[in-house]
């Protein structure tokens, strides 16, 4: 079982920007992909980005593009979502995800999961 955390949310003012950090358990050359999804009040879990972890091929969701950064770094098995120009919008709990199969890299389906981080946004 892959463990997940997540770190780096908290109160940020609209306009600022946070990144976030998730360290992974997973052994060397199991992963396929990481990624994040956001889940806010009232809403549906949606994934925001993912990237491959072979090649750094990286997707963003809508709501995700031009705003997120993901990035990972292999040597200390991190994967990272820099959030730009922050809406209140945004508030939600962000969540690390990582695959140990082989999918499309715009696939929802995830074998691992951390237990999320909050991220406030305040106008």
């Known amino acids: 079982q892959v463990q997940l955390e997540e770190y780096g949310g908290g109160l940020v003012q609209a306009g600022g920007s946070l990144r976030l950090s998730c360290t992974s358990s997973?052994?060397?050359?199991?992963?396929?992909?990481m990624g994040w999804f956001r889940q806010s009040p009232g809403k549906e879990r949606e994934l925001v980005a993912a990237i491959d972890w072979r090649f750094a091929d990286t997707y963003y969701a809508n709501s995700g593009e031009g705003r997120f950064t993901i990035s990972r770094d292999t040597d200390k098995n991190m994967v990272y979502l820099q959030i730009d120009s922050l809406k209140p919008e945004d508030t939600a709990v962000y969540y690390c995800?990582?695959?140990?199969?082989?999918?499309?890299?715009?696939?929802?389906?995830?074998?691992?999961w951390g237990r999320g981080t909050q991220v406030t946004v305040s106008s």
């Open positions: 995800v990582s695959d140990d199969t082989l999918r499309s890299i715009s696939s929802t389906a995830f074998t691992s």
């Open positions: 997973a052994r060397p050359y199991t992963t396929y992909r």
